[in-house]
């Protein structure tokens, strides 16, 4: 077979929809395939309005239950869901580089990051502290209790196709909320999986659905999870344009919205920096998952004095990474999701070239007889970058690093800036002030300071500007998932 699991039962071919496993009304189905190759993995139901709505009605019957019970209680079961993730993290990693083409080693970080969120939820759920107000008024006493929202939806995207779940369902489990979760057409074999695991573990029917769809199917499920007034709550992860249009589709019914969006994260080298340290934090933040991440380096901004050392010490790495199908031992870089995402790496480069950019490694894409039917592109460097380029602007989300070049802190701080949206933005120094006024002066919602890792379970992840609202992780991530609810009494 394609895909080898230990547990067969993981991989699951239809969607879940008030604890069954229900096919599309129509029967219809989609392929789901392998990018490193165009394998077809499998196929699941292409579901549409009524599958959605049964799926929202499920999550609307299974709330009064599911809110009724103790945060220990649901605490308990999304811990059974975390163990359970973790006994079965091989199989989950197997299913993310099959479907994802990330190598297995992210793959499987991946799965530790997807299964942190539900520990850290599993257990936040126990402290939706309200507060008491000293009164204004002898006779009146005031508190203020946080309450689940409601029946909540949540929309992903393939290039997490775990974490970008477990981020929203869990907090939302954990405060009470049932959840109906669209999963990107290009990775739901994960997010089944995820879903026969949840099942395992105890979680009762409608809390927790799954409804799959193609490329068509998504305007049609959206529009039905943003038409009902029974869902008070969108969390969406994706592009700023299908964010937009869910918001403007939320109106009518004010949802609240959690929205992670487009990024163009600024990766700054001052001149004071560590080039070495620099140089890795740029190989993490640039190159994992081979570029298609929202909070992946888009900009580099390199100060003159370095900028020539550092442009020939990240070349030199990038040309020795390994690019090949993740499932095989050692590839440190996979294909691009689709045929589309390739295509605008391919576009944006050959656009930088145009107006004058120079490559220093890479390039193109991989026109290797094995790379054939994947979607390989070099890992590249781009030297002598300059806003003028498409590449200033639009996210590449691909294995490309444009070098800018910049002379003064003010300067860096002007172009990092200079941009509609405000996800992640990222600076070596080794100066204490200048790394105190950077951070402070990035309008962005996450700074990396000396670091191109920043995410992790217990921090606010999310973005100002137009790369969206609201937060996921952390307790922030818990209160997106609650109403505060103010509650005056007389004593007199
Ligand atoms: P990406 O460029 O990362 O694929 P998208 O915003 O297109 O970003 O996709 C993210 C998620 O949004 C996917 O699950 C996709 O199916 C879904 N999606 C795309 N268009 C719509 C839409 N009109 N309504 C609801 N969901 C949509």
Request: glycine share 8%; with cysteine; aromatic share 8%.
């Amino acid at each position: 077979t394609i895909l080898s699991l230990q547990d067969s039962h993981l991989l699951q071919q239809l969607a879940y929809v008030d604890g069954q496993w229900i096919s599309a009304d129509d029967e219809a189905t989609f392929p789901v395939t392998n990018p490193a190759s165009g394998t077809v993995l499998a196929r699941v139901p292409r579901c549409g309005s009524a599958e959605t709505q049964r799926a929202i009605a499920a999550a609307e019957a299974a709330w009064p239950a599911w809110r009724a019970r103790t945060a220990k209680e649901r605490g308990q079961i999304l811990r059974r869901w975390f163990d359970l993730m973790n006994a079965h993290a091989e199989d989950l990693a197997q299913l993310i580089t099959a479907e994802g083409g990330k190598p297995l080693a992210e793959a499987r970080g991946e799965v530790t990051y997807a299964a942190s969120f539900v520990e850290w939820f599993a257990e936040e759920g126990k402290r939706a502290y309200g507060e008491t107000i000293p009164t204004t008024a002898p006779d009146k006493r005031l508190a203020v209790i946080k309450q689940p929202i409601g029946v909540a939806a949540a929309i992903t995207p393939w290039n997490f196709p775990a974490a970008m779940i477990t981020r929203k369902v869990a907090p939302a489990l954990a405060a009470g909320c049932p959840v109906v979760v669209k999963p990107a057409e290009q990775t739901p074999l994960t997010a089944l999986a995820l879903a026969e695991l949840a099942d395992r573990a105890g979680l009762p029917a409608g809390v927790f659905n799954v409804v799959t769809g193609d490329a068509a199917d998504a305007p049609a499920i959206g529009a039905t999870l943003t038409a009902s007034p029974v869902v008070r709550k969108l969390s969406f992860t994706g592009s700023t344009e299908v964010g937009r249009l869910l918001m403007a589709q939320s109106a009518p019914t004010l949802k609240k919205l959690s929205l992670e969006l487009g990024g163009n994260a600024p990766f700054i080298v001052f001149d004071d920096a560590d080039v070495d340290a620099a140089v890795d934090g740029l190989m993490a933040a640039k190159y994992r998952n081979t570029g298609q991440t929202c909070v992946c380096a888009n900009r580099v901004l390199v100060q003159e004095g370095i900028y020539a050392r550092f442009a020939a010490a990240l070349a030199d790495k990038v040309a020795q990474l390994r690019v090949g199908n993740g499932a095989e031992v050692g590839v440190q870089q996979g294909p691009l999701i689709d045929g589309a995402g390739l295509a605008k790496v391919e576009e944006l480069v050959a656009d930088a070239l145009a107006k004058g950019a120079r490559v220093l490694t890479g390039g193109a894409r991989l026109e290797d007889a094995w790379a054939r039917d994947g979607h390989f592109f070099q890992p590249t460097v781009l030297a002598e970058v300059t806003p003028a380029m498409r590449l200033a602007r639009e996210e590449i989300f691909g294995p490309v690093a444009p070098l800018f070049r910049f002379a003064s802190e003010d300067e860096a701080v002007r172009l990092a800036n200079a941009t509609e949206y405000g996800l992640a933005a990222y600076f070596y120094s080794r100066d204490v002030g200048r790394c105190h006024r950077v951070s402070e002066a990035l309008e962005y919602g996450m700074v990396g300071v000396n670091t191109g890792l920043i995410s992790n379970e217990v921090a606010p992840f999310g973005g100002v500007k137009q790369s969206g609202l609201g937060r996921e992780g952390a307790h922030y991530g818990l209160e997106e998932y609650l109403e505060v609810k103010y509650v005056c009494t007389s004593i007199a």
